[in-house]
């Protein structure tokens, strides 16, 4: 079975090898280099900030990040030499709206991963010291993690690239799917060039919405800015990962420090701005004051694929026999990553299903087509 994946970012990439690996011929294409967008600027938190704010559907493709990364990393290291780095820190909650949900969450729901308790100010000292001192209080979710999301993106692309039975085409905007009936049987891309498969997928992330008008469907997912800034620190400076009034901060293992985020109707643009910095770096501070004596190396921002609920968009795409949907999955795409590619696969090749797949069905779209 060959499979054209429109898309390089991690929906894609992991779509590309979960198929892959059960011995399909996949191509990937991309309007831009693999492995940038929202995957790339994303902060790798395994988990949905705030679960208890979400739906089911969202927490339960999420459980399966961590256990996945961990089992691709394995195969995928000795052949890249690339680490994901899962770093196991763990996450301070400071907002005490929250602090009796997020209790009630994790004692309802039993997952390992959501295992929480609550600190009083001598023990949120022996967990981190650095914390400021207006914070007396947090629930700690002491076996959360966080994956260092460019890694993974390199990681998959190396090992993709090697592998006999993968094609890329990067810079190679797939403007049109040349159709006949339900049946997509060529797509082309902006250079005029066709090229056909069995099956198609779509994994174009916040640029989904592209295919409205060809697909006569309103697909409601659209780009949703987020700004970051990156602090850098001695190794293991920071030992766990802080959020306060959805703001965050995340160590990776060298010391450097994430911290974001914002959110911003802005179209597809990736600018920051001072303002914005600003409020992220204030936000930082008031959690973590010292971080005041070590340089902000990077800043940036990326673009999420919002959608209703957050609920990705993972099946075949209505009235269509051979086109697929792996996109949509707004702030969570690295922690529903993996799980989103393996429940496309699972469908597309009629598998067992590792979740009911009913929430997450194209055929939600049903109802937008347009008139």
């Given at each position: 079975m060959h499979i054209a994946i429109i898309g390089a970012g991690?929906?894609?990439l992991m779509s590309a090898l979960e198929l892959?690996?059960?011995g399909c011929k996949v191509s990937i294409f991309d309007q831009q280099q693999a492995g940038q967008a929202a995957s790339w600027a994303g902060g790798g938190i395994l988990s949905p900030m705030y679960p208890w704010r979400y739906v089911h559907a969202v927490n339960q493709l999420a459980q399966f990040g961590k256990a996945s990364y961990q089992a691709w990393n394995q195969k995928l290291y000795p052949v890249t030499g690339i680490d994901f780095e899962i770093h196991d820190t763990g996450m301070l909650i400071f907002d005490e709206e929250d602090f009796d949900v997020g209790?009630?969450?994790a004692e309802q729901h039993q997952e390992p991963m959501q295992r929480c308790e609550y600190l009083q100010r001598d023990a949120l000292e022996q967990v981190n010291p650095h914390i400021s001192d207006q914070f007396q209080e947090a629930i700690y979710f002491p076996e959360l993690s966080n994956i260092r999301n460019p890694r993974v993106l390199q990681s998959l692309i190396s090992y993709l690239k090697q592998h006999p039975n993968v094609e890329f085409f990067e810079h190679a905007a797939v403007k049109k799917l040349i159709q006949q009936g339900d049946v997509i049987q060529v797509l082309q891309t902006e250079d005029g060039r066709k090229y056909t498969a069995d099956h198609f997928v779509i994994t174009s992330g916040a640029w989904s919405h592209y295919w409205n008008s060809q697909l006569q469907l309103d697909i409601p997912v659209e780009p949703v800015q987020g700004q970051m800034l990156l602090f850098k620190t001695p190794a293991h400076w920071l030992p766990t990962m802080c959020m306060n009034r959805v703001m965050y901060l995340i160590p990776r293992m060298d010391g450097h420090i994430v911290c974001g985020s914002s959110m911003a109707h802005r179209g597809f643009d990736t600018s920051t701005d001072e303002t914005t910095q600003h409020n992220i770096l204030e936000a930082c501070l008031e959690m973590v004051p010292e971080?005041?004596?070590f340089p902000i190396v990077q800043r940036w921002a990326g673009l999420r694929?919002?959608?209703p609920n957050g609920v990705p968009y993972i099946g075949k795409m209505?009235?269509?026999d051979n086109l697929w949907a792996n996109f949509g999955h707004f702030r969570n795409g690295l922690c529903m990553g993996a799980g989103s590619a393996q429940l496309l696969r699972q469908l597309m090749l009629?598998?067992?299903?590792?979740v009911?797949?009913?929430a997450y069905s194209p055929e939600r779209l049903q109802n937008k087509i347009l008139a």
């Open positions: 991690i929906s894609g892959v690996e059960q209790l009630s969450y971080l005041a004596d694929p919002s959608s209505p009235e269509m009629g598998q067992p299903t590792l009911d797949a009913k």
